[in-house]
Structure formats: C-alpha cells, structure tokens
C-alpha cells in the first residue's frame, strides 16, 4: 500500500513512519527539514511539494499544525484529491467533539469538515492531551527547578504519542475505519502536579511547582510566537482543564489496539533516557 504522511517527524508522525515501514508498506514522508532522520526505504519530501507527496498515493495521513486562515491542511486536501487518494486519516483534537468544540478543536472541526466535503474516505482522529506536552516540564526541571503551571489541579487523562501513532497506523491499513471518528485518551487519569512529580522523580531533580493563571499562562504564549487566535484557544483549554471540563476517559485506543496504552511514567523514561 503506498501511504503519505504530511507530518512525519513529529512525536505523532515519526513513530507511525517507523511503525508503517516495519510492516512493508511505500511511505512518502513530508518534512520541512531535510535533516530529520526517516527510516530506510521511506522517501522524503518537502511539505511545499504537496503535489509530489501524494502522487499515486492510496492513503493520506494528515497532521497540521493549527493556524488562522487557509493552512497546508486545505492545500493538501485540495491535492489528494485532485491526486485520487482514496482515504483520509485526520489527526484531529478532542476538543472538536460535543456540540460546543473547545480550544484549538474549533479549528480542527473546521478542517474537519472541509475533508468531509472533499468526497473522500475520512477518519477523524481525535486525541486528547499528549504525554509529550510534559516535555516542557522536562525541559524547566533540568533547566532550573521550576515549573510554570497552566492548569491547576485540573484532571486529564494524557495518551502517549506513540499510542496515537499505532492507532493511525490500524486506520491507514486495516478496513473498516473509514467515516469513523474516534476519540483517544489514556487509561489514567492525572493532574499536571502530579506529572511534575514524576518528572522530578525520573530526573532525580527537585521541582518546584509555579501556578500560572490563565491570563499569565497566555502571555508567555505569546511571548512563544502564539498568534492571538492560537493564543485565545490556549487560555479556553487552562480554563476548562483547571474547571476539570475535559477530564474525559475513552477505551477506544485500547480496543483498537488490543493492549494496554503507554503509562505517563513507561512513556516519560523512554524519552528521557533516549
């Protein structure tokens, strides 16, 4: 099956790249740096070369990062099309689910739809929060101590990057997904403190926990390079995290999967002793 991945070095796009060329299939990849390491056999591409992405492409994996305004979702949607591209796995948010999409799903129903009105096969991946949003905490425990804290004692229940990826890799190449939406979690519940404790505790480095409320929280964003959309969605997530609004548990990725998902823990040591 000849597969193309808009995306592919990211925590999402790199293991599904490894995970589909272990099990044979044609990968073209998609990467902005032609620097990044891809496994072998998996031919790189520019993202600008969309067209090139995904000729003779069977299936599209879809991973953009969220901006306002016509984004390299919509050109690559116009292409697989055009391209004949017969199914589209969509890495998508959580936050796009209910009746009232929150934070950055907003954007992502957006785009959601616009695949949905393509005519082609879709899957809507839809993630809640990722264990490798904790990387930060890494990052500011090695670096002093301190870690600057959006979101309370807020209760969520993050899913490894890595588990995001198999399931992608079950969509693409097994039947039966297409025009289904599926909502991905972890299996444990956990609150950004109790991450930090275990960054500190991995790292053998004492922590100190800063709160940051949500108006603060949003102003370092912007000091990140945030545009003000992507901004204003970031302070609805501290919000709704801290008033425990998006605490939600699915099954869905362990069903798919038929095993137990990554532990925040089992995750954290993998990539701290990398």
């Known amino acids: 099956m000849n597969i193309a991945i808009l995306g592919a070095t990211g925590n999402v796009?790199?293991?599904?790249?490894?995970?589909l060329a272990r099990e044979g299939h044609a990968v073209r990849a998609a990467t902005r740096s032609a620097e990044k390491p891809l496994p072998a056999g998996v031919a790189r591409v520019s993202t600008s070369s969309l067209n090139e992405l995904v000729r003779?492409?069977?299936?599209?994996f879809l991973l953009a990062p969220p901006v306002g305004g016509t984004s390299v979702e919509d050109d690559a949607i116009d292409a697989a099309k055009r391209a004949g591209v017969k199914h589209v796995v969509k890495l998508s948010s959580i936050g796009a689910s209910g009746d009232n999409p929150k934070g950055l799903g907003v954007h992502h129903l957006e785009k959601e739809k616009l695949l949905r009105a393509s005519g082609m096969a879709w899957t809507m991946l839809r993630p809640g929060f990722f264990m490798s949003n904790a990387l930060t905490y890494v990052q500011q425990v090695r670096e002093s101590g301190?870690?600057?804290?959006?979101?309370g004692d807020g209760v969520m229940v993050p899913i490894a990057p890595s588990d995001?990826?198999?399931?992608?890799a079950v969509a693409l190449t097994t039947p039966g997904h297409e025009e289904k939406i599926y909502e991905l979690t972890g299996e444990v519940a956990i609150t950004a403190p109790e991450q930090i404790e275990i960054v500190s505790r991995v790292l053998g480095i004492h922590a100190t926990v800063i709160d940051v409320q949500p108006d603060e929280a949003v102003a370092d964003a912007r000091a990140r390079g945030a545009t003000e959309n992507?901004?204003?969605?970031?302070?609805?997530?501290?919000?709704n995290v801290r008033a425990n609004r998006v605490s939600q548990h699915d099954d869905t990725a362990r069903r798919l999967l038929g095993r137990p998902l990554v532990t925040f823990e089992a995750w954290l040591r993998s990539v701290t002793s990398a």
């Open 13 to 19: 796009g790199r293991p599904l790249v490894e995970i």
């Open 56 to 60: 003779d492409a069977d299936k599209l």
């Open 146 to 151: 301190k870690v600057r804290n959006y979101y």
């Open 164 to 168: 995001i990826a198999a399931v992608a």
């Open 230 to 239: 992507v901004a204003a969605a970031l302070r609805d997530l501290y919000v």
